[in-house]
């Protein structure tokens, strides 16, 4: 009877539900942006409209002012949390793109990291 639910399932859902691989990889970059100038300088809009250009992403969503906690000091034996612990403000892109371009997304961020002198990580 459970073999029955399944096939009906299956045949209900098969344009929906499949067990290949999807081909899309979800990234996300966190991005410390600096102050602009210098001949250089792009802002983080222009990086991501050069990311579309070359069809690195296909979606992408930027959070701003994204708080980024963690502790500064590893030593165990301190009452004191609060001094270790540090905070960044930063901008979080999260997106898709294809497994095929995941290694050129990643090249590309480190160029826009140098260039723009951004503290980017990718996940």
Do not use: C, H
């Not at 996300?28 to 102050?35: A, L, M, S």
């Amino acid at each position: 009877m459970l073999a029955d639910k399944k096939a009906a399932f299956e045949a209900s859902f098969r344009n929906v539900w499949g067990t290949s691989v999807s081909g899309i990889s979800m990234f996300t970059v966190d991005i410390e942006p600096k102050e602009g100038g210098g001949p250089d300088w792009t802002s983080v809009e222009e990086t991501i409209v050069q990311l579309f250009k070359k069809t690195l992403i296909s979606d992408v969503r930027d959070f701003v002012d994204i708080k980024r906690w963690y502790k500064n000091d590893i030593n165990y034996g301190s009452t004191n949390v609060n001094a270790q612990m540090k905070n960044q403000m930063k901008r979080r892109l999260t997106g898709l793109t294809t497994d095929d371009r995941v290694a050129e997304l990643i090249e590309e961020s480190i160029d826009v990291q140098q260039r723009e002198d951004l503290d980017i990580l990718i996940w």
